[in-house]
């Protein structure tokens, strides 16, 4: 069955530095990947996705992941972060049932301090 | 366009109460889901949706919770009846035909069962 697992719940970083969330997968294919973030009260946002090719793929706002089938993995960064990037980040993959629906994994709650 | 519009964005319940919640997907998507929401279990499918058919219907939620679609522009979630353990926030997502992985969600239904 495949899987989403986010190992950090919460990650602080000053405002101006990088930025890497991780997320791992486990599949036995090469799957779809997707980042999305939450806002505050707000529902969630699709940031970037991979289906497939360049491992490198860019989102907005200066986001973009690398996706690794080596490391199971599809971690995302940015290069300079702003304050208003302080969201909730998911990783996300079509489950084993079926590739049009997707199981998330719990989230890393970016904190920016300034 | 209109995005993915959920009503009521918070309702407050007795046990035992019944609630429906309510989805207005984005106009000519093809695919609706509802996800509940919790700072411990994360994101959890209840209900998928393609073409106004009943794709999933949420395994373990299949007892106390009933997802229709009327008609393809108005899905409802009905909760009955509710449970304290039902406190959550309700997501209700749409996507196009063809996206795979790329959903629109809404600002979500905050329901707290007393």
């Known amino acids: 069955a495949q899987s989403v697992t986010q190992p950090d719940a919460r990650v602080t970083v000053s405002e101006g530095a990088s930025l890497q969330l991780r997320c791992k997968y486990s599949?036995?294919?090469?799957?779809?990947l997707f980042w999305y973030v939450q806002y505050p009260r707000q529902g969630l946002q699709l940031l970037l996705k991979?289906?497939?090719?360049?491992?490198v793929v860019q989102g907005v706002n200066g986001f973009e992941a690398e996706f690794s089938k080596s490391n199971s993995s599809f971690h995302l960064r940015k290069a300079s972060v702003h304050w208003s990037d302080s969201a909730v980040y998911f990783c996300a993959a079509p489950w084993a049932g079926g590739a049009d629906r997707l199981t998330f994994g719990k989230g890393t709650q970016l904190i920016i301090q300034p | 366009d209109a995005g993915v519009t959920q009503t009521p964005r918070h309702e407050v319940a007795e046990k035992g109460q019944t609630i429906i919640l309510k989805c207005e997907p984005v106009s000519g998507h093809n695919d609706l889901f509802w996800y509940r929401q919790t700072k411990i279990q994360g994101l959890e499918l209840l209900s998928y949706f393609r073409s106004k058919s009943l794709m999933e219907d949420g395994g373990a939620f299949k007892d106390r919770f009933k997802a229709e679609m009327l008609n393809s522009s108005f899905s409802t979630l009905k909760i009955q009846p509710t449970e304290p353990k039902d406190s959550a926030v309700y997501l209700c997502a749409s996507s196009p035909r063809g996206a795979t992985g790329q959903l629109y969600f809404g600002e979500g239904s905050k329901l707290t069962v007393l």
């Open positions: 991979y289906y497939s090719g360049d491992p």
């Open positions: 599949s036995s294919v090469t799957p779809y």
